[in-house]
């Protein structure tokens, strides 16, 4: 059984996105000019550079938003333990 997580689709267009960018540069480093071809493949890689960040970003922003959540819960577990007679409490 395979888990799907929210992280999936971010993380598998980050791939799509990093492996489409081998090719097209390759292309454009071997370019002769005038090279129409090359030109859109540039362009190529820089849109799947684009989807690749904008990619990472929504990783980061739930990461950052799971991080904050757990961190509070452990916080406020914390909290209880402390609040407990004869563990340092009140």
Do not use: F
């Not at 267009?13 to 090279?35: G, H, K, Q, S, T």
Request: proline residues 4%.
């Amino acid at each position: 059984m395979v888990t799907v997580t929210a992280y999936d689709a971010p993380l598998t267009a980050v791939r799509d996105n990093v492996e489409n960018l081998a090719v097209a540069l390759a292309i454009w480093e071997y370019r002769r000019e005038p090279d129409a071809h090359a030109r859109r493949c540039a362009n190529d890689v820089m849109d799947a550079v684009d989807a690749a960040v904008r990619e990472l970003h929504q990783v980061r922003q739930r990461l950052i938003g799971e991080i904050r959540a757990s961190d509070d819960a452990a916080a406020a577990r914390a909290d209880r333990l402390l609040e407990r007679p004869g563990r340092g409490g009140p």
